[in-house]
């Protein structure tokens, strides 16, 4: 079982910069193919970034790339999503995801486990 807990999450204004963390409780964190998804008030959960457990291959939705920057410190068992050029249609829960994979991994029914999401409001 991998518990996952999220933060960093707020408001910002258009433009800013906001860098969201993911803590998981397991110590073979390292294992684990990680990602980012968010779902806005009725919407579907879409992904957003994602990395595999070496951190050496990575995926980002077309709609954040060049903006948007994931990455992972094993040492501390935690993810991070750095968002800058942050827009109003960034605003929604962004969760992150874990599953033990090799691969990278962009379907949110392919991930096991979730965290309780934070959320992220761009204002304009």
Do not use: H
């Not at 969201?20 to 806005?40: E, H, I, V």
């Not at 879409?46 to 595999?52: L, M, P, R």
């Not at 995926?59 to 992972?72: E, L, N």
């Not at 991070?80 to 942050?86: A, G, K, P, R």
């Amino acid at each position: 079982q991998v518990q996952l807990v999220e933060s960093g999450g707020g408001l910002v204004q258009s433009g800013g910069s906001l860098r969201l963390s993911c803590a998981a409780s397991k110590r073979t964190f390292s294992n684990y193919a990680m990602g980012w998804f968010r779902q806005a008030p009725g919407k579907e959960r879409e992904f957003v970034a994602a990395f595999s457990w070496s951190g050496d291959s990575t995926a980002y939705a077309d709609s954040v790339k060049g903006r948007f920057t994931i990455s992972r410190d094993n040492a501390r068992d935690t993810v991070y999503l750095q968002m800058n050029s942050l827009k109003p249609e960034d605003t929604a829960v962004y969760y992150c995801a874990a599953r033990i994979s090799r691969g990278v991994i962009i379907t949110s029914a392919a991930y096991r486990y979730w965290g309780q999401g934070t959320q992220v409001t761009v204002s304009s």
